[in-house]
């Protein structure tokens, strides 16, 4: 079992800066890809950003690209999410999920999930 834990979530102005991060504990790290997901109200939880158990490749959704970058330090078991010039519709709470590396997985599912920190992004 991966356990994850999320911080760095609060209230921002639009077109600041946060940074968070996802301390994980229970596997080896570096044996897992790493995904950060947002839900704002109302609307489905979606994918933000993920990156590769080795740290490449990356991916993003079009809605962050350009804006938000996602980071890992295996030698510290964290994930990192930099999140620039924020948008009042980044306002959500951001979730960290883990999953197998693509050479150990039976399934693309993404397994283990944190409780989530809040991001709001005042106009």
């Known amino acids: 079992q991966v356990q994850l834990v999320e911080s760095g979530g609060e209230l921002v102005q639009a077109g600041g800066s946060l940074r968070l991060s996802c301390a994980a504990s229970?596997?080896?790290?570096?044996?897992?890809?790493m995904g950060w997901f947002r839900q704002a109200p109302g609307k489905e939880r979606e994918i933000v950003a993920s990156?590769?158990?080795?740290?490449?490749?990356?991916w993003y959704a079009d809605s962050v690209k350009g804006r938000f970058t996602i980071s890992r330090d295996n030698a510290k078991n964290t994930v990192y999410l930099q999140m620039n010039s924020l948008k009042p519709e980044d306002t959500a709470v951001y979730y960290c999920?883990?999953?197998?590396?693509?050479?150990?997985?039976?399934?693309?599912?993404?397994?283990?999930w944190g409780q989530g920190t809040r991001v709001s992004v005042s106009a």
């Open positions: 229970g596997r080896t790290f570096s044996n897992y890809d």
């Open positions: 999920a883990a999953r197998p590396a693509v050479h150990l997985r039976d399934s693309p599912n993404w397994i283990h």
């Open positions: 990156i590769a158990w080795s740290g490449r490749p990356t």
